[in-house]
């Protein structure tokens, strides 16, 4: 059974720094992509970034380039989200995505996708 564990989420003013963690667990990690999805009050849920553990490629949304940094730890099978300079509009609850499909300029959740508990990010002006 596929069980991801986000963790690092929190309040913090504009410019600040938080870095987020999905433990993963159920899968052979290093074989997968790994991503984060977030969803504001009231819009779509919408990817944020994602790694590919078996290529290295990455993906980051246009708005959050250049502020969030996407890294793998294989031996302890976690995925972080560094993000910095951090806006109010970053504000959502950000999910933790396994198995989907990770490329430079897409990411894409497929039937096999695991997702888990999402965690608060907020950040007021």
């Known amino acids: 059974e596929v069980q991801l564990q986000a963790s690092g989420g929190g309040s913090v003013q504009a410019g600040g720094s938080l870095r987020l963690s999905c433990a993963a667990s159920?899968?052979?990690?290093?074989?997968?992509?790994i991503g984060w999805f977030r969803q504001a009050p009231g819009k779509e849920r919408e990817g944020v970034s994602c790694?590919?553990?078996?290529?290295?490629?990455?993906y980051y949304d246009d708005s959050v380039k250049g502020r969030f940094t996407i890294s793998s730890n294989n031996p302890k099978n976690t995925v972080y989200l560094q993000m910095n300079n951090l806006k109010p509009e970053d504000t959502a609850v950000y999910y933790c995505?396994?198995?989907?499909?990770?490329?430079?300029?897409?990411?894409?959740?497929?039937?096999?996708?695991?997702w888990g508990q999402g965690t608060q990010v907020t950040v007021s002006s």
């Open positions: 159920g899968f052979t990690f290093e074989d997968y992509a």
């Open positions: 995505v396994a198995r989907l499909l990770c490329y430079s300029d897409e990411i894409i959740v497929g039937p096999f996708g695991s």
């Open positions: 790694i590919d553990n078996d290529n290295g490629s990455t």
